[in-house]
């Protein structure tokens, strides 16, 4: 199945996410575009571990992010591709690049590309919606209130926070598809956010130690950078990355 560009619930406030995933003969690149990111990660390999690791930021919400990517690659390169989710804690790194990297390692031997959109809503009454559609198709749909799964299916009655404690019977896609929608709906919560009174990332205490930027040592050098996009009333995350790799691929 091709892949192309479309839009979820056109004109309904929320955040959207688009991730792309471009396998070739010995190198995978992996790309995500959404309110607050654009980043990619390319891996170079042999099958089986990592030769070399590159990465790009095009936008980001703190001014330290883009050397998060030169961090991930020194820490990854040579590292076996089925085993980088064990090379480091994903809190040391860029949390985005970071699941860059583990989507690219896992379709490494992919021969087609892989469109992740997700959506979820600034609805929050009486639920909030999330959906995920892989190479337009509609996989995945979660209501939820606060961080529970009250709609029927995968994680019904569960909690999202909780996810590593319940996910071990779904199949690899599953799991995959859950992860990827959860981070969607996680970082929507920056749409809500008061950036006003925030000039660096040491004064949002409660996210101290969550990725690169919040690590103590560097978190009052971050900046925050207001390059925030919104999707709401058109546009596609990731636009002109999904028709480049579509045509390559017609």
């Not at 959506?119 to 509609?138: K, W």
């Not at 926070?161 to 319940?166: I, T």
């Amino acid at each position: 199945m091709g892949i192309a560009p479309f839009e979820i619930r056109r004109g309904e406030p929320g955040c959207r996410r688009n991730q792309l995933i471009d396998p070739r003969p010995g190198v995978v690149r992996a790309d995500v575009e959404d309110d607050f990111h654009h980043f990619w990660v390319e891996i170079e390999h042999d099958g089986a571990r990592v030769l070399d690791l590159r990465t790009g930021a095009e936008r980001w919400p703190w001014t330290t992010c883009p050397t998060a990517g030169l961090y991930l690659a020194e820490r990854m390169r040579g590292a076996p591709l089925a085993g980088l989710a064990q090379v480091d804690s994903a809190l040391s790194h860029c949390t985005h690049q970071h699941d860059l990297a583990l989507l690219a390692a896992a379709h490494a031997d992919d021969r087609e590309p892989t469109l992740y959109s997700t959506f979820c809503s600034d609805r929050m009454e009486p639920t909030r919606v999330a959906e995920l559609h892989r190479n337009g198709e509609a996989e995945l749909l979660w209501e939820l209130c606060g961080s529970d799964i009250v709609s029927p299916g995968i994680g019904h009655g569960l909690s999202l926070r909780q996810l590593k404690q319940w996910e071990a019977p779904l199949t690899p896609y599953q799991r995959e598809t859950a992860r990827v929608l959860r981070r969607t709906i996680f970082i929507s919560g920056g749409r809500f956010f008061d950036y006003g009174g925030t000039v660096t990332a040491d004064k949002v205490r409660q996210s101290v130690g969550a990725c690169y930027t919040f690590q103590p040592e560097r978190a009052a050098g971050a900046a925050l950078t207001m390059e925030r996009r919104d999707f709401s009333n058109g546009g596609v995350p990731l636009r002109g990355r999904i028709e480049n790799v579509a045509a390559a691929r017609a």
